[in-house]
C-alpha cells in the first residue's frame, strides 16, 4: 500500500463550488504539505502542518482552507472553487522539514 | 530571495547516451538539494540529496548529482539513459534554519528517443 495517498485522483467541477481534497499517510511523520502544480511554474506551495495544532500560510494560499483532522490527515479545501484553481495538487509528508514524500496527486478542473 | 533556476526546459536524447541535468540555485550560503523524478501520471519521487559532505552523490535508477559551490550548481547526470528515463525532473533545495521550506526549480521535460 501507498505511504501517502490522496483522494480524489480526478475531479471535475464547477465555478463556486466548494471541493475538498483529501490526504493520508502512513509513514507516522508531523509534517504535512500542499502543493499545487502548474506547467512551467513547478510546485508552489500552499499551505503546512508541522503538527495537529500548528498549520501556516505558504506562498499562494489565498482561496483555499485546510484542515489536519489527525497527525495522519490532512485535507485541502477549495471554498469557491475557480477556474485557474485548475491545477494538479499534491500532498506531501516529512520527518524533518528536508526531504518530503509525495503522494500521487489530484487532477482538479474547474469549469 | 531565493530560487532554483533548471535552464532547460525540455531535454531530448537517445537510449544509451548520456545525460546531464543542470540546476543552479540563489542563496548565500549552501542549502540542502534535493532532485525529484516525475513519471507520467505519478507523484514526486526522491532520486537523491546531498546535505554536506562529499559532493558527488548516488542515487537510486543510476543517477548521480554534484554539488559545486563556487557555481551554485546541482547537476543531475546518467552514464546512459533508458527509455524508462523519460519524465519531468525537478531540482529543489530547502533552506536551512527556517521553517525548511522547499524550493522548486520549474523542471526539466526528458524525452527519450529509442
Known amino acids: 500500500d501507498a505511504d501517502v495517498t490522496q483522494t480524489p485522483r480526478n475531479r471535475i467541477t464547477k465555478t463556486g463550488k466548494r471541493i475538498m481534497l483529501e490526504c493520508s499517510q502512513t509513514?507516522?511523520?508531523?509534517?504535512m504539505y500542499w502543493y499545487r502544480q502548474d506547467p512551467g511554474l513547478g510546485l508552489r506551495l500552499i499551505y503546512y502542518s508541522f503538527d495537529v495544532k500548528d498549520i501556516n500560510k505558504g506562498e499562494i494560499s489565498d482561496g483555499y482552507s485546510v484542515s489536519r483532522q489527525a497527525q495522519a490527515k490532512f485535507s485541502l479545501s477549495l471554498e469557491s472553487a475557480i477556474p485557474n484553481q485548475t491545477a494538479l495538487y499534491f500532498c506531501?509528508?516529512?520527518?524533518?522539514?528536508?526531504?518530503?514524500?509525495f503522494g500521487p496527486g489530484t487532477r482538479l478542473t474547474v469549469t | 530571495a531565493q530560487s532554483v533556476t533548471q535552464p532547460d526546459i525540455h531535454i531530448t536524447v537517445s537510449e544509451g547516451a548520456s545525460l546531464e541535468l543542470r540546476c543552479n540555485y540563489s542563496y548565500g550560503a549552501t542549502p540542502y538539494l534535493f532532485w525529484y523524478v516525475q513519471s507520467p501520471g505519478q507523484g514526486l519521487q526522491l532520486l537523491l540529496k546531498y546535505f554536506s559532505g562529499d559532493t558527488l552523490v548516488q542515487g537510486i535508477k543510476g543517477f548521480e548529482a554534484e554539488f559545486k559551490r563556487s557555481q551554485s550548481s546541482f547537476n543531475l547526470r546518467k552514464p546512459s539513459v533508458h527509455w524508462s528515463d523519460a519524465a519531468e525532473y525537478f531540482c529543489?533545495?530547502?533552506?536551512?534554519?527556517?521553517?525548511?521550506?522547499?524550493?522548486f526549480g520549474a523542471g526539466t521535460r526528458l524525452a527519450v528517443h529509442p
Open positions: 506531501a509528508t516529512s520527518p524533518t522539514g528536508n526531504e518530503q514524500y
Open positions: 509513514k507516522g511523520h508531523d509534517r
Open positions: 529543489a533545495v530547502v533552506i536551512p534554519g527556517g521553517y525548511n521550506k522547499l524550493i
